[in-house]
């Protein structure tokens, strides 16, 4: 009854919401790239720049939000450890075999001749968030780094698309690690977004090819 309708309202509204956000979200993304590329036009190719200014000069905007931050940051902090075992305990121990490397310091006693057990490894503990949100980290700069080395030898419309496309890929493996289903609204999407991609690439190959044909003929 009352409560069904005031959450499917809800519901609506966060829907809206989010796919609000998530346009404006575009329409600045594609603004961005057109800046990009009159500014490569003008200025020549230098991505690096670029990615170094964009981000440096956009954490000012950070700053009201940094006691959030540090809320989120104890509570990775309240992880589980994981265990990294970093080198022999004995190397750290006190006494003269501190400084005395032997290999049978570093290789299992069932790889070599001695009958010694294996020594103990010393480990430092990291809480598991906080390993996560390193390794997401360096996936978030392999992959910007990518879009701007892209943005400097293509135009921003393929850039665009690409990360269009990239988008609904990543979506598709969640959807299968997860086991999430695949609403009817998000094939159509996919379909519209692989189907633009395509006709991008076919006409951008076609173009290419007159223009090496007219070259040549020249």
Same mark, same amino acid.
């Given at each position: ?19 609000? $956000?998530?346009? &404006?979200?575009?329409? !600045?993304?594609? %603004?961005?790239?057109?800046?990009t590329?009159?500014?490569?036009? +003008?200025? #020549?190719p ?8 964009s ?59 001695s ?12 809480? $598991?968030?906080? &390993?996560?949100?390193? !390794?997401n980290? %360096? ?6 780094r990518?879009?701007? +080395?892209? #943005? ?12 269009n ?54």
């Open positions: 009854g009352k409560f069904s309708s005031s959450s499917s309202e809800t519901s609506t509204t966060s829907f809206v919401t989010g796919l609000g $956000i998530l346009f &404006v979200a575009q329409v !600045l993304s594609a %603004l961005m790239g057109l800046y590329q009159s500014t490569y036009a +003008l200025y #020549g230098h991505w690096n720049e670029n990615l170094f200014y981000h440096f000069l956009s954490l000012p905007l950070f700053v009201p939000f940094l006691p959030s931050f540090l809320t989120q940051y104890r509570r990775l902090l309240a992880a589980p450890a994981l265990e990294v075992p970093i080198a022999p305990r004995e190397l750290f121990s006190p006494g003269p075999q501190r400084s005395i490397l032997r290999m049978s310091n570093f290789v299992p006693a069932s790889l070599t001749c009958e010694k057990p294996v020594q103990s490894l010393l480990k430092i503990r990291i809480p $598991i968030h906080l &390993v996560s949100l390193l !390794l980290s %360096l996936t978030q700069y392999a992959c910007i990518g879009v701007n +080395l892209l #943005g400097a030898r293509t135009s921003a419309l393929g850039v665009t698309i690409v990360l496309v990239r988008k609904l890929i990543s979506l598709f493996v969640s959807i299968y690690l997860f086991g999430n289903d695949l609403p009817l609204g998000v094939m159509l999407g996919a379909a519209v977004v692989f189907t633009g991609g395509g006709i991008y690439a076919w006409e951008g190959s076609r173009r290419q090819k007159k223009l090496i044909k007219a070259i040549r003929t020249v």
